[in-house]
């Protein structure tokens, strides 16, 4: 047995989820391709997947096996890259987590260009406001915003953001218009779990620094579920500057305390830490940070 096929082979089905779309990837038969995992399994002396007529799951032995194999797999692609042996363009699937507004303003526009780029490649993208445990969810890259604490994963800022406080034109009728950070504690505002401090919210202005207590009877961990209390007249919300780019948020939205904002905080990609990249993987990092510089709206570049 190639033990190097096997995991590749091996890498796919558990990725398609599929032994016929492997088999019709590779032009051999879906018998060969059972043949293949039959070794494996009898070489591991483990059963790797779970087969019914309707479904394909990985074991537990098989989800094991799938974060060792993809690491085998990409470091033997890093290696023939950076030896010069393989000429062709990056090319496979990458898997990329995102939060959910942020890909689909500014994550599947690009997709076009990027798979455009490279014919060969393919991606999955999975949009959460969740943060998730990218191995077990099989994640190659995932997109956060703010500061990363988890020191098992490498992270590249590929640009920055700061918040803007809105509310609808109906609250603030009802209620008033804050004029300086400090009148929010006499305000309803809506409290986005997800913040560093989400009952503390701080603002940088030309007179200095605040940090103003804020709450609300509306609490969430979702980002959507703020921009929609918010525009149903609920509060005041604090929400990243780049959702302005979306004309229904933007048009039902007002944007207050222009005179202070949140400092910035960096949007980075982040991977577990591996000693190889994929060829893919690598490019679509180096394809974000490219894209991203562009934007005004998020860039980083010329940041320290």
């Known amino acids: 047995m190639d033990l190097l096929a096997a995991l590749r082979i091996f890498t796919r089905i558990a990725e398609t989820g599929s032994f016929s779309a492997v088999a019709r990837e590779m032009n051999a ?22 087969r019914s007529t309707r479904s394909l799951t990985l074991t537990e032995d098989g989800r094991e096996l799938m974060s060792h194999a993809r690491a085998v797999t990409e470091a033997v692609e890093a290696t023939e890259a950076a030896i010069g042996q393989r000429r062709v363009s990056p090319a496979g699937l990458v898997r990329l987590g995102c939060p959910g507004v942020f890909g689909r303003l500014y994550v599947a526009p690009r997709l076009p260009l990027l798979l455009g780029r490279y014919p060969q490649m393919s991606i999955d993208l999975s949009m959460t406001d969740q943060v998730v445990d990218m191995v077990q969810e099989g994640l190659d890259l995932s997109i956060r915003v703010g500061e990363v604490q988890d020191a098992s994963l490498v992270a590249r800022r ?24 400090s009148d929010l504690s006499r305000h309803e505002c809506i409290i986005f779990n ?17 940090a103003v207590p804020v709450a609300g ?11 929609e209390a918010a525009m149903s007249g609920m509060g005041v919300a604090l929400v990243p500057v780049w959702m302005m780019r979306d004309d229904t948020i933007a048009s039902r939205l007002q944007q207050i305390l222009q005179a202070w904002r949140p400092a910035r905080r960096p949007i980075s990609v982040v991977y577990p830490s591996r000693r190889f990249l994929a060829p893919r993987t690598r490019a679509v990092i180096d394809f974000l940070v490219d894209e991203f510089r562009l934007d005004p709206m998020i860039s980083a570049y010329g940041e320290v």
């Open 158 to 181: 590929i640009g920055s953001t700061t918040a803007i406080a809105v509310a609808s034109e109906a609250y603030l009728a009802r209620a008033g218009t804050p004029l300086h950070p």
């Open 217 to 227: 009877r509306m609490r969430t961990n979702g980002i959507e579920a703020v921009i």
């Open 29 to 50: 038969t879906q018998p060969a391709v059972s043949r293949q995992i039959a070794a494996l399994e009898a070489h591991l002396g483990a059963r790797l997947f779970q």
């Open 194 to 210: 997800r913040l560093p401090q989400p009952g503390t919210w701080n603002f940088e202005g030309a007179d200095g620094k605040f």
